[in-house]
Nanobody, 115 residues
Framework: LQLRESGGGLVEPGGSLKLSCVAS????????VKWFRQRPGKEREFVAS????????QYASAVKGRFTMTRDNLEATIGLQMNDLEPDDTGIYYC?????????WGRGTQVTVSS
């Protein structure tokens, strides 16, 4: 049972990336899912979340208005559309799924914003 992130890479400031999170071994639909990131020299921090039933989304103030989190129709993939990226968005982005006492972390995908 695992989560796998993809879509990271190198992008110039002002550019866009879309991250994806896919589960293997279990379905994501009953799970609340969050994106976290760990920027260089800093602790892991919350980025965005999407609820399993209501699909209500929440965002960290630093990314609100620039990032959009989604679930696809089959709820097999979680997306994080990141626009207007800034150098301070550089870091490793992690997907986290939780349902009651069950929780899973992905291994992360590197995002680098640099000219």
């Amino acid at each position: 049972l695992q989560l796998r992130e993809s879509g990271g890479g190198l992008v110039e400031p002002g550019g866009s990336l879309k991250l994806s999170c896919v589960a293997s071994g279990f379905g994501l639909s009953p799970y609340n899912v969050k994106w976290f990131r760990q920027r260089p020299g800093k602790e892991r921090e919350f980025v965005a979340s999407i609820a399993s039933v209501t699909r209500y989304t929440q965002y960290a103030s630093a990314v609100k208005g620039r990032f959009t989190m989604t679930r696809d129709n089959l709820e097999a993939t979680i997306g994080l559309q990141m626009n207007d990226l800034e150098p301070d968005d550089t870091g490793i982005y992690y997907c986290h799924a939780q349902r009651g006492q069950s929780e899973y972390w992905g291994r992360g995908t590197q995002v680098t914003v640099s000219s």
